[in-house]
């Protein structure tokens, strides 16, 4: 009696290893998730905290060859940061700033776009009239000439700084005219020093 129990439990657990053994060879995973592009979802996850914790680094924007080696993907992840408008805005400044190694017609469309935008940040604007002259050069006067004219005077002053980082005719021109219709002095005297730098 107690030899045939044994030998019913004893069939009874190897059915079920068999079953499992059956089910595990026609495709189930115990270690893979099944839904879908879910693992793809949280690697990119991962990447992005990864991500920000580089950007936070208290020495600035990491610099090409750190995100390269860093991630594969670079260029996509700092767009995902950069056109998050939950990022902190830390991360959001840095991503924007590193969108730069990669200057083609999308970055500058980006940062045309951010600029105009009424819910960028002040903070972020006063970089992007920056950036879009440092990355762009010339071709990104075009965006940054209007804020020569702006009613607050601190973009005024950065519209000038930027501007006169570029060496060109171009720049020149836009400085000289800036000055005809300025009427703040220290505008007036950043004009100035600006256009000594690009001659």
């Keep these: 009696m107690f030899s045939r129990i044994v030998r019913i439990k004893f069939l009874s657990v190897a059915l079920l290893l068999c079953a ?32 920000r914790m580089l950007l936070s680094a208290y020495h600035g924007v990491p610099t090409k060859q750190e995100l390269v080696e ?23 400044q840095r991503a924007v700033a590193a969108l730069g190694y990669w200057p083609d017609a999308t970055v ?25 002259v440092r990355v762009f050069g010339e071709a990104g006067l075009e965006e940054v000439a209007s804020y020569l004219k702006h009613d ?13 980082m570029l060496d060109s005719d171009a720049a020149q021109k836009l400085l000289s005219v800036a000055a005809e219709t300025e009427n703040n002095e220290v505008v007036l005297e950043r004009i100035a020093r600006a256009r000594q730098q690009v001659r």
């Excluded at 270690?31 to 905290?49: F, H, I, N, R, Y």
């Excluded at 469309?109 to 879009?132: F, N, V, W």
């Excluded at 973009?155 to 006169?164: H, N």
């Design 152 to 164: 607050d005077v601190q973009y005024r002053l950065t519209a000038v700084q930027a501007i006169g």
């Design 108 to 132: 500058y469309g980006l940062y045309a776009k951010m600029l105009r935008a009424p819910e960028t940040s002040a903070g972020l604007k006063h970089q992007l009239i920056s950036h879009m």
């Design 20 to 51: 499992s053994h059956v089910a595990f060879a026609q495709g189930a995973s115990p270690t893979k998730s099944t839904g879908g592009d879910k693992p793809t979802v949280e690697l990119k996850e991962l990447q992005l905290d990864k991500a």
């Design 70 to 92: 860093a991630f594969p993907n670079a260029r996509d992840l700092m767009m995902v940061l950069a056109t998050d408008a939950e990022t902190f805005e830390l991360h959001r």
